[in-house]
């Protein structure tokens, strides 16, 4: 019965696989009446098994919906799932971003290649050696190597996106069935201190294996677009640290500030990346092929997101929208000559025209009353084409153009590619940014890596047009992240470990806008009134149905 269970299981993942739409998935046909312990010697299978465990890597595009349960949006789909979270009504029952299921799997089909990748059999390669030319089989051994630190890589993001929601979770090193109940039974939970060192572990073993000439050697031309590279490993490594340093996870003891800095600058000394000149190509359908572009997810061509975001003036937009807050918009700074200053609804120059002289990255992100799309005035004021009170107008009076390609024609139904990225060089630079303040203070570079933190954020800044600093405070920090890397999955995440999860118990805020005569008025208002309670919220809670397998604690206050 097992045997049957994994044959059933593999043609499962080849159906799957091809759902994801990755380059490099090309999974070969494998007879269903071979026995399973032949099957791990079929290199062809054996490949498959590392393609799957590609395909549980997270869904960027699905986690926008999320951006709705953080200050910076609202979803105008009553349903979405981010009220959930905004109303306070999940739960270890009901939770819309339980990852737990689709995170050990993943972790399970890297544990299968792991246990069996010295079992394949390449004698079929070998024979196929002709007039002495060995250069398909020698790459077949090539790649069979750096499908062994692919599996670290993917191990690793998978228990980084556990820890980062639940805490500590069981390390698991054996291929054990995440749907084989009686394999979790007595399973320990490790300590997140023991997570976060086993995360850095295999991110170590596997930039050992997988080099970063990868990217660019006519040798490794085989190795595709999205698979793991050296410089993906080492943003994930340098990532994961910085979150062990930060507040809610140094707690349960593990990385300091200083381990931060020194991951970060490991990305930055590479030289394979360096800022994009434009902020919003970072949102293109060419994003991927930028050198800010560490590693990304290709999808294929659709226009789904179109249909949902467009200003509902476009007909077929469905207003099915993830929409920016005043809360979010407020925090682009107005830039005054050679120095920019906090936007102030007290200050009447900026409370008549709100719009005017604000940081670049504002009408990259944010399509606002009087902005251009697609050659039409969008108009959000009461009454407007794109405003209230039209059915599935935004409630904010904003609309999303962040990973928006407007270039989409709604009426014919055409598509564009995305990739969603899941590392790029202008987060290594703030996470760098980051762990330099906390570890040495905004001007110091005692250890000589060549940038102070406040050269690393000015640098993010410069490529916006927007003044440089010459200072920082925890403040500025918080700022750049939102304004820089608004809605691509980090403002959830980043104020949970800061522990400034009172923020989300914030009203979020629209802006009124009303036409008189040829003049509008702006008015911020409430839109509504959030619970957030960062006595437990700070950690998600463990699936009930896991507590009930294992007969582990829950996390505090669930």
């Known amino acids: 019965m097992k045997k049957h269970h994994y044959i059933i299981f593999i043609i499962f993942a080849v159906f799957s696989l091809a759902s994801c739409k990755k380059d490099f998935l090309d999974v070969k046909n494998i007879p269903a009446d071979m026995p399973i312990n032949l099957l791990y010697k079929q290199y062809d299978y054996i490949q498959g098994i590392v393609w799957n465990a590609y395909s549980y890597l997270p869904d960027g595009f699905e986690w926008v919906d999320m951006e709705a349960a953080t200050d910076d949006a609202y979803h105008t789909n009553v349903n979405n799932r981010s009220h959930t979270f905004n109303y306070g ?57 750096f499908m062994e630190g692919e599996c670290y890589f993917l191990k690793a993001f998978f228990y980084f996106e556990l820890v980062k929601r639940y805490g500590g979770v069981p390390i698991i090193d054996k291929a054990l069935d995440y749907n084989d109940a009686s394999s979790w039974k007595d399973l320990p939970k490790n300590t997140v201190n023991e997570c976060f060192r086993y995360i850095v572990s ?12 990868v990217r660019t050697s006519s040798a490794t031309s ?11 490993i080492k943003a994930l490594k340098a990532r994961a640290i910085l979150y ?34 434009s902020y919003t190509n970072l949102s293109s359908a060419t994003n991927w092929n930028s050198l800010e572009t560490i590693y990304h997810k290709k999808y294929g061509n659709t226009n789904s997101f179109e249909k949902n975001n467009f200003p509902i003036v476009f007909e077929n937009s469905n207003g099915n929208s993830v929409t920016p807050t005043q809360n979010f918009v407020d925090e682009f700074e107005v830039k005054n000559g050679s120095l920019s200053v906090p936007f102030d ?115 993010v800044r410069a490529r916006s047009t927007m003044p440089n600093l010459t200072d920082l405070n925890d403040d500025a920090i918080v700022h750049e992240r939102r304004v820089e890397l608004g809605f691509e999955g980090h403002r959830w995440w980043d104020i949970r470990r800061w522990q400034k999860g009172s923020v989300f118990a914030n009203p979020v805020r629209r802006i009124s806008i009303t036409l008189n005569g040829s003049n509008f008025t702006y008015t911020p208002v409430k839109l509504e009134d959030r619970v957030y309670d960062k006595a437990r919220m700070n950690w998600y809670p463990i699936p009930q149905s896991e507590i009930t397998k294992t007969g582990w604690s829950q996390n505090t206050g669930w």
């Open 345 to 459: 609804w007290n200050n009447p120059t900026h409370a008549s025209n709100p719009y005017a002289n604000r940081d670049p990255r504002l009408a990259a992100t944010v399509t606002y009353n009087g902005a251009s799309f697609k050659s039409t005035t969008i108009q959000t004021y009461f009454g407007g084409n794109s405003g209230q009170p039209k059915l599935n107008a935004s409630k904010t009076g904003y609309y999303l153009v962040k990973h928006v390609n407007s270039t989409v024609d709604l009426v014919n139904n055409t598509n564009t590619t995305h990739q969603w990225l899941y590392f790029r060089y202008a987060e290594v630079l703030l996470n760098y940014a980051e762990a330099m303040f906390n570890a040495y203070g905004a001007n110091l570079d005692p250890l000589n890596y060549g940038m102070t933190a406040v050269q690393a954020i000015n640098k």
């Open 244 to 277: 062990a340093a930060s507040p809610l996870y140094y707690e349960a003891g593990s990385y300091t500030w200083v381990d931060a800095a020194a991951a970060a600058k490991d990305v930055i000394a590479m030289n394979a990346y360096s800022l994009d000149a």
């Open 222 to 232: 085989f190795y595709e677009s999205g698979r793991a590279t050296n410089g993906a």
């Open 89 to 145: 009504v999940w739960d270890q029952f009901n939770n819309p971003d339980n990852a737990w299921a689709n995170c050990f799997k993943g972790i399970y089909q890297a544990n299968l290649f792991l246990a069996h990748r010295g079992e394949v059999d390449l004698s079929v390669q070998s024979a196929a050696i002709k007039n002495n030319d060995s250069t398909q089989y020698k790459r077949t051994v090539l790649n069979l190597k």
């Open 202 to 213: 295999l991110c170590d073993k596997a930039a050992v294996i997988i080099p970063d000439s």
